[in-house]
Structures are given as structure tokens and as C-alpha cells.
């Protein structure tokens, strides 16, 4: 049980494109969906706090208006790297905490090279 | 500093080793402890889940948390080559973030 389904797990685009990544909760509702950036052999960071039904909460220094995030039901919820640059390629990794409050599940990742 | 440290390694053993893994923390409000383990390229798996101090052992793993040190530790018995990822501990104050460590790196040979 508890199980992320992310998609896709990767994609090569052109800089100035936009991309969407998707994370769909299987076999529980996700109110909460965070989302990660990973660079290699470095740890996760995170990007963003997705609320079903509202806006999400981003950290510091990550922009609003580039990673768009969609929370619009309990069990999808989407990030859209808009105008993508080279230097957004990276892991990128969402998460949302397990039912019953027993940890956090991750999804498969996915693999953004932007050239 | 960072919230949490961990040992990037890469540590490597041979198969049938005890394999010993820490993070240390400098927040005092953690109280959910996590290890996960995460091959190339793929999300983390979790692996173990603590709240507060103490022991707790699934399988060929042992986790333990002792929050007067700010001192997590995770064992592994008998590991394979299979056992061969990144570890990464995470920690959070409540149903909030996680803190992640940087993850070691664990090799485990034949």
C-alpha cells in the first residue's frame, strides 16, 4: 500500500520548453505532496509543499513562477518546469506522507535534461 | 551547519558484513526518524521508521535513535551485494518536511 506512481521517469527537452511532471497517489489520498530536487551524489532538497485545493508553499530561492505546482485532487498532484534551462536538468522527486502518519512515500523520480 | 550530517563514504564491505551507518542532528524538536535507501536513479525506499529514542529491528536491520546525543544509527547483518545504494536518513519535527542527510554510499562486494 501507499504507493506514488511517477511520471515520467524521464525526459530530454529543448531549452524554452515546458514540461510537466506527474504524481499520482495509487491506493490512498494525498492532502500533501512535497517535492524534491536532486542533483548528483547530493541529497534531496526541497522544492515545494503542495495543499490539495490550494497554493502551494514553496522554499526559499525556489521560483513561484517557474516550477508551477498543482495539487487540484487528493490523488494527482503536478509540477511544470516552465521556460526549462539546462540548469533545471536534475532528479526531480515527489513525496507524500504514508496514512496512519508512518513515514513518507516517494515516487520513482524523474529525470529532467533540458538541452 | 547543517541540520543533519551524514558520511557521503562510499563505504564499502565485504558480503556478511555488519555495516554500521549514523547521521547526527542538531535539532532538538526531531522526533520521526527515518532511513531510506535509494538506488541510481530511482526515488527512495523506506526502509525504517522511528518516532523518539530506541530500537527497532525489521528483518537484517536495526535502527536506533538516541536523542540525548542527537545520534541515529542504522545496521545492516549478513549484507549483499544487493544491500549496494545510498542510505539516507531523514528526520522531521512532525507531519511537516523532512530533513534529509546527504546519504552514504554503500558498496558491498562478493
Known amino acids: 500500500g501507499a504507493v506514488v506512481s511517477q511520471h515520467p521517469s524521464w525526459v530530454i527537452c529543448k531549452s524554452g520548453t515546458s514540461v510537466k511532471i506527474e504524481c499520482r497517489s495509487l491506493?490512498?489520498?494525498?492532502?500533501?505532496m512535497f517535492w524534491y530536487r536532486q542533483f548528483p551524489k547530493q541529497s534531496l532538497m526541497l522544492m515545494a509543499t503542495?495543499?490539495?485545493?490550494?497554493?502551494?508553499?514553496?522554499e526559499q530561492g525556489v521560483e513561484k513562477d517557474k516550477f508551477l505546482i498543482n495539487h487540484a485532487s487528493l490523488t494527482l498532484s503536478t509540477l511544470t518546469v516552465t521556460s526549462a534551462h539546462p540548469e533545471d536538468s536534475s532528479f526531480y522527486i515527489c513525496s507524500a506522507p504514508r496514512e496512519g502518519g508512518y513515514g513518507y512515500t516517494f515516487g520513482s523520480g524523474t529525470r529532467l535534461t533540458v538541452v | 551547519q547543517k541540520e543533519v550530517e551524514q558520511d557521503p563514504g562510499p563505504l564499502s564491505v565485504p558480503e556478511g558484513a555488519i555495516v554500521s551507518l549514523n547521521c547526527t542532528y542538531s535539532n532538538s524538536a526531531f522526533q520521526y526518524f527515518m532511513w531510506y535507501r535509494q538506488y541510481s536513479r530511482k526515488g527512495p525506499e523506506l526502509l525504517m521508521y522511528?518516532?523518539?529514542?530506541g530500537n527497532k529491528e525489521d528483518g537484517r536491520f536495526t535502527a536506533q535513535v538516541d536523542k540525548s546525543s542527537k545520534y541515529i544509527s542504522l545496521f545492516i547483518r549478513d549484507s549483499q551485494p544487493s544491500d549496494s545504494a545510498t542510505y539516507l536518513c531523514?528526520?522531521?519535527?512532525?507531519?511537516?518536511?523532512?530533513?534529509f542527510g546527504t546519504g552514504t554510499r554503500l558498496l558491498v562486494s562478493p
Open positions: 503542495s495543499n490539495e485545493g490550494s497554493k502551494a508553499t514553496y
Open positions: 491506493d490512498f489520498q494525498a492532502t500533501t
Open positions: 531523514a528526520m522531521s519535527a512532525g507531519f511537516q518536511k523532512l530533513v
Open positions: 522511528t518516532y523518539s529514542s
